[in-house]
């Protein structure tokens, strides 16, 4: 399927991009970073910085993509011109079909019109839902919410790993009334790249529709094949933020949650933002060109993190998977630091990190995602690299931190405890 | 730093004479099951917030023979995951956990070098 096609830019443009970026020099990326590089910021699980590829077809989208894609004068045929391109171009590297693909305002979203849906689809089989415990967030709420409206959910364990346990999942999705199940394809905090393979064996054994929240995985590992419901994110894989992929595969029962709307095939309301819509799907198809090479060089960076840090710090415990992991994502906890004083002194320092202690919470309690693995929540960092990110990047950090959780322990009283 | 309180037994246990028979002045019930002793120091970290509760217990284990308990009751939920995994680095033996008299939960742990 070809992409959507993008006007030339006007020079204006694109000397307006360059100008902006140039008048701006070191915006904000933590305030340490050298100025106009994004090498400190190690937070792309949380949103990727914008692919170079998704800024160029933005700013032409901008021009081209304004109108109301449901209307049918010459503007709004060219906005669903550039929208059909778009859904084709995703549905081609997500191995569906372009009627398949939804395009709705967030990942979040995305995932609870995905639960959600596939509950109300399947209401006649039953209402259970299966999950494992480790979920993103996202999925947990659309549960919660599922069970305050009478419906039943199991949540699945995890090992120390925070894998999720195959058998039991396949028990539990074997029960009667189970109408949906979900598990994530790898988790968002600590790597671990979930059993998928042996899931969807189970849940087509048990002729029970599987959603898998796709975000962390897509543009990153291939996707593997077999579910029936997929959710992702694009600001994760490098597209805007704004806009979320809801993959409903043919045959697959679903009903929406929501009132109707005609937009998107009656499964997401609102107008669509053609233009993020554009950029979006052009940064996929340029990630997934990409993949196999930027795995394997992440990969490699990640590997040298995991035993630096291993080796560096005392007293640290590098949590997740240390094969079976996203490429790009790593997450450690460091014994008597406070999560948010090791995240705001590393900020100081210039790199942005993200952390699932319980004090950089707004609720205080500590991520679930550690608790399901039953590892040390407190000092823990997650540290996840992007396109940009170098050896040099990784190799500065590795050389700042031993110093910055020294320094806390002592400032702390606790060093040599 | 604030600090965590011991009870009237952990300051006793601090000053070296020998602990005395548990007498209902500690802090917190003694736990259940495994976990139940008679004679071990209850840490008080009631309101303070992750770390606290795992470097008060880090501070104090040394005042702790090996083979004996020491207890930590502490509210702040991550403690419930902390106490265990600091167990597990350190290679103490975690014993459990059990609500105090006031529901605050209570971590035992046993000394194992």
Request: hydrophobic content about 40%.
């Amino acid at each position: 399927m070809q992409a959507p096609r993008v006007r030339t830019l006007p020079r204006t443009c694109g000397d307006y991009s360059l100008g902006a970026a140039a008048a701006r020099p070191g915006r904000a990326y933590g305030r340490g970073v050298a100025a106009g590089t994004r090498g400190g910021y190690l937070d792309a699980a949380s949103a990727a910085p914008l692919h170079p590829v998704a800024r160029e077809a933005l700013l032409a989208a901008l021009g081209d993509g304004w109108a109301d894609p449901a209307r049918l004068h010459g503007a709004g045929r060219r906005a669903r011109l550039l929208l059909d391109g778009a859904r084709a171009t995703v549905a081609e590297a997500l191995g569906a079909r372009p009627d398949e693909v939804t395009f709705c305002g967030s990942g979040t979203q995305a995932a609870h019109l995905a639960v959600l849906g596939g509950l109300a689809g399947r209401r006649r089989a039953g209402s259970r839902l299966v999950h494992s415990a480790v979920e993103h967030s996202c999925v947990l709420h659309a549960a919660e919410r599922h069970e305050a409206s009478g419906g039943e959910t199991v949540s699945v364990g995890v090992d120390r790993l925070g894998r999720v346990d195959a058998a039991a999942f396949a028990a539990e999705v074997a029960r009667p009334g189970t109408a949906l199940a979900s598990l994530m394809t790898a988790n968002h905090e600590v790597g671990t790249v979930q059993p998928i393979a042996e899931v969807v064996a189970s849940c087509a054994a048990a002729g029970v529709p599987l959603h898998t929240d796709a975000a962390q995985a897509v543009g990153r590992l291939p996707v593997p094949a077999g579910w029936s419901l997929l959710s992702a994110s694009a600001h994760k894989w490098g597209g805007p933020p704004g806009v979320g992929v809801l993959v409903v595969r043919t045959g697959t029962r679903w009903g929406s949650p929501l009132p109707a709307d005609e937009r998107e095939r009656g499964r997401a309301p609102g107008a669509e933002n053609v233009p993020a819509i554009v950029a979006a799907a052009a940064s996929l198809r340029a990630r997934v060109g990409e993949a196999a090479a930027e795995a394997e060089r992440l990969s490699a960076l990640v590997e040298r993190i995991r035993a630096t840090v291993t080796a560096t710090v005392p007293d640290v415990e590098v949590i997740g998977d240390p094969v079976g992991r996203l490429p790009h994502l790593v997450t450690f906890s460091c014994l008597y630091v406070d999560g948010e004083a090791l995240l705001l002194e590393l900020d100081r320092r210039g790199f942005a990190v993200s952390s699932g202690s319980s004090c950089t919470s707004s609720t205080l309690t500590p991520s679930h995602v550690l608790e399901a693995m039953g590892v040390l929540s407190h000092g823990n960092v997650r540290v996840s690299l992007h396109r940009e990110t170098t050896a040099e990047d990784v190799d500065r950090f590795l050389a700042v931190l031993p110093g910055v959780v020294a320094d806390l322990r002592r400032t702390a009283g606790v060093a040599g405890l | 730093m604030s600090e965590c309180e011991g009870s009237q037994r952990e300051r006793e246990a601090k000053t070296g004479r020998p602990v005395a028979p548990r007498d209902g002045v500690g802090s917190a019930t003694p736990p259940a099951g495994p976990a139940e002793k008679a004679t071990q120091i209850v840490l008080d970290c009631r309101g303070r917030r992750c770390p606290l509760p795992v470097i008060e217990l880090a501070r104090r284990i040394a005042g702790v023979r090996v083979g004996e308990q020491i207890a930590v009751a502490a509210d702040d939920p991550a403690a419930r995951l902390d106490v265990p995994a600091w167990c597990r680095m350190r290679g103490h033996d975690f014993l459990g956990e059990s609500p105090a008299e006031d529901g605050v939960p209570t971590y035992t742990v046993r000394r194992r070098r």
